[in-house]
Every structure is written in structure tokens, then in C-alpha cells.
């Protein structure tokens, strides 16, 4: 009869029915007992290894004895077996004190101890400030230095500062009146400066973006303006060809324009496409039949070096209309750069456009203007030779002026335009405006700007031009500019 008693009591359901939320609360501190459960199969392996020696007394062998009969049923535990935590099994949890100093004593090779969430300590540790030396002991004993510094661009501060330091204070000239000093120092949004000619650092407001390189622009822009010159080409090369004609190039440029559009890359794979072209061709003659050939090869490099996606050498050859093959484009790809000693390290005009973007507030309209004007110097063959930088500042110049911008040009853009004033960009304005009002000699290049996507640029310069130049007004009007940040500042 008690033997029944003890099945039925075991075997009920009732008894032992728990709802979804208690099995889950001590399946979790379950979790916590099988970190613990290797432990006891190691010492029930060693009291296996005890009941092999010869027996020394009774009560060690009864000890051993039920050290096995904990091993095994701990194995339940570790296995997950539900029913065990709520049977009378005789097992006694193990304290969470005595579990950590088991997973000290065994620590695995490539992991460290895992220890539980909530018993971590938050510590506060102190930060060196900017002025002491990491390298000296600290005075407090508790001031630590973590391997990475909270604050944000740490390093970057600390060598501003040092650069700062270092740094000689420019000198103002004596002519400067004593309303000019006054308007500089009253001036809490940006620190103006004064050479010969007023201008703001803009780049600070990009201090905390590394994508802008605050740092390190004006060395990047000097750079570009050192290398624009080596690699120009030949200004004359049209002439010393003795099968191309100026006519044959403004041909093989617009269908350049037009394979650029249909491919949808960018305008810097354009500029570097013509560049490479015209360098070669001041190099070596091309044959007629070869023209378009070298084309395909040019932007087909330029994609190589600009896009992040290229097209595919057989949608080049596809564009062609079966003129060239895939093999003959991949032949001229070699000889180009065999040719230009692999030499493609063009400072692109559209990195100098950006530069002066910045000093007109980065508007859309103006800089949209101003990529129409900028890829006209490319597609005319009278710009050959001209420098890049001064190409976009003469387009960042007309773009303002047909916007009717006042002042058209400032101190901030001869500034970040690289120095030129308007007398240095007379010729290539001049160049500019009678490409806009002459007849249409490039139909895909005028397309392409005609479209809504670039604010219809081409129309709208047409139209501004004819009716600029029926009004009888002056390109270089001196009213209209300023070496200085404002016009009433100049006056």
C-alpha cells in the first residue's frame, strides 16, 4: 500500500502542473546551475577512480558512493531535464560564490569567464584631460586611461592645438580703416581674415567631419594646383596633327557625351575621358579611323578609375555599332596608358568646383550652372590648355552673374577658388559666353543640359546671353564685385 502511494503521488499531474511563466523563471535559474555541472562529473570521475584502489574503510566507500549517485543525477541537471528541479532528488543547489571560484579554476583556452550581467560593477574611470602627458605617471592613483578616449576626435584636437600654437599671426596692413577692424572683430559667426583681400575659415564647420579632411585640405588643393599644370596637354597639338582637324574632335567629343549619358557615369569619368584623350593625342598621331577607337578606349580607363560600378568592355563594343570589337578596345587600353606611362593622377575639375561650392553656400542652382559652363571648356577645343582651376572659377563667376547674385565675386571666392581675381579669368569668361550665344555646334552636349534634371542649363544660358549682350552690359561690371565679404563693407 505505500508503495501505490508513492507512484500515485508521483505520477499526478495535478500536483506538479506549473504555468508558462514559472517554467521559464526556473529554466533560467536552471541555466545558471549547468555552468556548475562539470564540476561534479569531474569529481565523480575521480571517485571512480577511488573505488578501483584497494578499500581503506567502509565509510569512505559508502562516501564515494553517493558522490556517484550526486554525479548522475547533476547530469540530469545538465542535460535539462525539467522534472528534476521539482522532484525531492536530494541534490543541493550549488551557492553562486562557490560556482564563480569553480570557473576560475577551470578556464578554457580560447574564451575567458563567463560571468553573469547583473553582478558586474559599473566603475567610473576618469579621463586624462588634454593638457596632462599619458606619458607621465598620473598624480591620483585611480586615474586610469582607457585604450580609446570617449571624447570625440581626441587626437585630431590635441594636434589642432599644437598646429595653432606654431602657427604665425599673419600681418594686417596699415592701410585698413578702423571700421573694417571693427566690423572683423564684431564678427562672432565665422573669423574672418585679411590679406589683400578679406575671407572667412569655412573649413572649421567641418571640424568633426573626417569625411571633409578639414585638416589636411588646404595641403590636398596645393597639391592639386601643382599637378593640374604637369598634366595639361598640348594646346597646339590640334595643329600639329596632320590628319585632325579641330572640327573632327568637336565631332568625336559630342559622341563622347552622348556614350557617357547612355552609360549614366559620372561627370568626373567625362573629364578624365577627354583629358586622357587629348594627352595622347599630344603625343602621338592618330589615324581617322582610329579616332573613335582611341574614344572608347579613354572613357572605358576613366570608368576603371572613377566608377565604383564599370560597364562591361562589351557594352562599349555594343556602342560602336560593331566598328570595333571587344579585343581591339582591350588592345587600345594597353597602348593608351603604355603610352601615358599609366599616369591618370588628373586633378579633376570637379573637385575645384566643389572647393568653390563651399564658398557660395553649396546652391544648387548656382553649382548646376556652373557644371554646364565647366564641361563646356571641355567640349570647345579653344579651352585646351587652360588650367582646371581657372576653368571653374570662370564658370562659378558667370553661373553667379546670370543668377544675379550681388556681389558676384567676393573675398571667400578668390579665397577658395585658389587666388584668381577677374582680371585672371577675363579670357575664359570671355571664351565662355561666346560659346553660349554662338549657334549650336554640339547637338548632344545641348541635350543633355536641356533636360529637366539640370534645371534646362543650356536654354537658360541662351536665353540670358542674347539678352545680356542686347542690353549692352559689361561682363566685368566693378560695382558688381568686391575684394571684401560684402559690398557695403567696401564702400
Known sequence: MPQATITHSASNENDYKLTRAKILSEQQSGLQLDRTSQEPIETSTQELYEENRPPISTAKQSKSRSTITTATTTTRQYLGDVSNQYHSSGVKPVPQAQSQLQLSKKRKPFARDVQPLQNKANRVIPIVPDGINTTQKPQSANLLVPSRLPQKRQATESSTNLVEKLKIPEPQPHHASASSNTIASTSTYKKSRLIDYEWQDLDEEDYDDPLMASEYVNDIFTYFYELEQRMLPDPQYLYKQKNLKPKMRSILVDWLVEMHLKFKLLPESLFLAINIMDRFMS????????????????????????????PSVKNYAFFTDGSYSVEEILQAEKYILTVLNFDLNYPNPMNFLRRISKADDYDVQSRTLGKYLLEITIIDYKFIGMKPSLCCASAMYLSRLILGKIPVWNGNLIHYSGGYRINDMRECVELMFQYIISPIEHDEFFKKYAMRKFMRASTLCRKWAEKFQMEGRDLFDESLSTHRLTIEVDN
Do not use: R
Not at 598621331?285 to 574614344?295: G, P, R, T
Open 283 to 310: 603625343i602621338e598621331a592618330v589615324e581617322i579611323d582610329k579616332l573613335q577607337l582611341l574614344a572608347t578606349g579613354s572613357l572605358f580607363i576613366a570608368a576603371k578609375y572613377e566608377e565604383v560600378f564599370s
